[in-house]
């Protein structure tokens, strides 16, 4: 066996059952000392991540807004979140594979945090099933890959992006989406956001302790470079409300919030 080379050919798979099957067993070839073998040839360019053919894409102005107070509304929110978690899971992968000079910790914390996407993608997928749809029946975007694919730049960069912007904006807005759930009655589908909130700040908080430990290591201010990752990738602002209860738990500094309040939009009109 070879971990990098079982971990591609998870991440270019466009089978949605080997995708989510295949990373949760690259966890258990990691969680298998034995099994652990990262040699690898070092690419010039990572391809992007395999996607279903049955998934439309189009562009986010062209999704439809619909209400949570009918089915097909409901399951095109649940389908929303489920595009997020299989895009999550090729995040993840990604992350394991693009940066080769990190420590070993580094590769099992991503193949760890995709088997949890692939996880939450199945729970989603299960629930959109006992609605009678299923992932495929509604256009998503792509999005937030395109956002982390200007971050790959090196793994400082995308841990700054991804898990500290794209991922924990989901710790923002997941709060809201789950009491909207419940306020239709539809307490299934709240209790698995309610489970992946309380994941992901796992998930936001291993971003945050490799974003440092990059910063450390190439001896950088941790609290202005993520200033000046944002300005520089995010054109200089983040969307708010922040749920600075659930940041915090998953490791961000008090100044860096301070920083993402004054990047937000609402406050710069403000100003």
């Not at 986010?60 to 299989?86: T, V, W, Y």
Request: charged residues 25%.
């Amino acid at each position: 066996m070879n971990l990098y080379h079982d971990t591609f050919r998870v991440h270019q798979s466009t089978n949605i059952e080997d995708k989510t099957t295949g990373a949760k067993e690259l966890l258990t070839i990691v969680e298998n000392e034995k099994l652990w073998d990262f040699n690898h040839t070092q690419s010039a360019i990572l391809e992007a991540p395999g996607t279903p053919v049955s998934i439309t894409l189009v562009h986010p102005s062209k999704l439809k807004k619909r209400s949570l107070r009918n089915p097909d509304g409901r399951a095109a929110l649940l389908h929303a979140i489920a595009h997020i978690e299989f895009n999550a899971i090729n995040l993840a992968l990604d992350a394991a594979l693009r940066f080769f000079n990190t420590p070993r910790e580094y590769i099992s914390d991503w193949i760890a945090v995709a088997a949890d996407e692939a996880r939450h993608f199945g729970l989603l997928r299960k629930r959109l099933r006992e609605l009678n749809y299923d992932y495929g029946d509604f256009p998503a975007h792509n999005g937030l890959w395109a956002i982390a694919e200007k971050a790959s730049t090196d793994p400082l960069t995308r841990m700054g992006i991804v898990p500290k912007v794209l991922e924990a904006r989901g710790l923002d807005v997941t709060p809201a989406m789950h009491r909207a759930f419940i306020d239709v009655g539809d307490h299934k589908s709240a209790d698995i956001l309610a489970l992946i909130l309380r994941e992901e700040i796992g998930h936001v908080a291993i971003g945050n302790r490799w974003f440092h430990y990059f910063c450390e290591r190439e001896k950088l201010d941790s609290e202005s470079t993520f200033e000046s990752l944002l300005i520089q990738h995010c054109r200089g602002s983040v969307r708010g409300p922040f749920n600075r209860e659930a940041r915090l738990q998953s490791g961000f500094s008090e100044s860096e919030l301070e920083i993402l309040e004054r990047l937000s939009p609402q406050n710069k009109n403000t100003t």
